[in-house]
């Protein structure tokens, strides 16, 4: 099997985060004037999924709106939002990282929440052997979960052991480590607050210097 790297491009190589952000504190204000801001943020969402966060919030608040009908509704909105936002963020930088790793025979996994049917479009004239697009929905908030990673490695034909996982949190940085997997975490202001012990490289953007970062961390030359 080949080595690969995993990209959880809507956190990694975008501002996934300040949108997620956004569109959770626009959601909640329509949906009850909840209010939303980034200690309400750290607490009850980053890291959980959109149920169980609610479920805890949502008594803080005493709102009579239902957990499980918000997180839904969140869920499809935040994805909506994915759908425009995703085709837009593919930068020249994120091009050189992707290019640079695939020229060294490093399987590329770009996965995103996004529909398929809507950023595939985007992303194809660099797709290929090597370079595949992964969709899988998650209910997690800002992250995902460490079975996700596993999941991906396993439909993309790689070994996670083998395999170095994108992410745009400290708390993808955990998950990918209760995978098995090596990390790369992109820092960005709305998460820098969280614990990315464990990285194996922290990075400022997805270019070709973190691309070399990768390569590094799974020994080609």
Known sequence: MPKGVIIEFDFAAMDGAGLLFETTRKFLKDLDGIPFDEVVEARYMAGF???????EYFPVVKTKKTA??????LFTTFEAVLNDAVPKSITPGFRNFVKTLSAKGV???????????????????MLGADVVLYH????????????????????????????????GSGNGVKSALYAGMASV????????????T????I???LNADAAREVLKILRVK
């Open 49 to 55: 999924n959109y149920h169980g966060a609610f479920a």
């Open 68 to 73: 499980a009908k918000a997180a839904l509704d």
């Open 107 to 125: 399987k590329v996994v770009i996965a995103t929440r996004a529909a398929e049917a809507a950023v595939e479009p985007a992303f194809r004239p």
């Open 136 to 167: 899988e929905d998650s209910p997690t908030y800002g992250c995902v979960k460490w079975d996700l990673w596993r999941r991906a490695c396993a439909a993309c034909g790689l070994r996670h052991v083998t395999t170095v996982a994108v992410t």
């Open 185 to 196: 975490a992109v820092s960005s202001r709305r998460t820098e607050y969280q614990d990315h």
């Open 198 to 201: 464990g990285a194996n490289a």
């Open 203 to 205: 990075v400022s953007a």
